[in-house]
């Protein structure tokens, strides 16, 4: 458990958080994060001499002990699980399950967390050992995130109703790969599916903002030549399977 707390002139900060993690068997672990923050939505503050000092702004210019402040919230959740540590089969040690999910209101406040906030994601991974040094993948990524409306051109911005309502934003990618790893070489398969969508639309106030889809097919071959060296060579091709794609 951990908290933290600042005064300043115009409000208080104060940062409350909790993790909890629970291991299974050797290789497997839940680990679990919940944090609270309360702060300024935004700092309006009043200074009577120049600058020098601040005090908190409300209606009649006074200070206000609380107000204009929020409180906000994120969580994490991460599941590491080796399936031999709950299953006892042969062909269980080869199978490896991780689970990840988490969601940062838009407006909680802490450090390293300002790229995060307004986004929810989820996501799964399976990694199954084929045999020794063969592995095939399986994983899934979802994110929902609550952003400004940045274009693609000012006159699509100034078409929505409200311009300063947040667009919503989602997308995944789902991708199947496959890697061989031989003595100092290896090699690497991969295809996807990209989605992406904006509930912001065009200035003909029909055509969705972004409405992606692409598929993908990559690989990759590699050699260590040494202890601090390797080379490197791959190629991918994409393709768009919608109209409205920006790239």
């Known amino acids: 458990i951990v908290q933290q707390s600042r005064p300043d002139a115009v409000g208080n900060y104060r940062l409350l958080g909790v ?17 609270r923050s309360e702060s300024n939505d935004a700092v309006d503050a009043l ?3 120049g600058g020098l000092t601040f005090q908190g702004l409300d209606d009649i ?21 080796r399936l031999d540590d709950l299953v006892e089969r042969p062909w269980a040690k080869r199978l490896e399950l991780h689970l990840y999910g988490q969601d940062i209101d838009r407006a909680f406040s802490a450090s390293g967390t300002l790229l995060e906030q307004g986004r929810k994601k989820l996501g799964a991974q399976i990694t199954w050992g084929v045999a ?3 592995r095939v993948i ?9 952003l400004p409306r940045v274009g ?6 100034a078409a929505n109703p409200d311009p300063l309502r947040l667009d919503e934003r989602t997308s ?11 003595a100092d070489w290896t090699f690497a398969l991969e295809s996807s599916w990209q989605r992406a969508k904006s509930s912001g639309v065009l200035a003909d106030g029909m055509t969705p903002q972004v ?21 490197r060579i791959g190629q991918e091709v994409q393709w768009s399977l919608s109209e409205n794609d920006p790239v």
């Open 211 to 231: 409405d992606v889809e692409r598929v993908g097919l990559g690989g990759q071959i590699s050699r260590r030549v040494g202890r601090d060296l390797t080379l």
């Open 132 to 134: 020794d040094g063969d």
């Open 152 to 157: 693609p051109t000012p006159e699509a911005v």
């Open 61 to 81: 210019g006074a200070t206000t002990a609380g107000g204009r402040t929020g409180a906000h919230s994120a969580w994490k959740a991460e599941l590491r699980a």
């Open 172 to 182: 995944s990618l789902t991708s199947l790969s496959w890697a061989r790893r031989a």
């Open 19 to 35: 993790d909890a993690t629970w291991r299974v068997g050797t290789h497997s672990q839940l680990h679990a994060e919940f944090a």
């Open 138 to 146: 399986l994983r899934h990524d979802y994110e929902v995130a609550i």
């Open 47 to 49: 200074s009577m001499d």
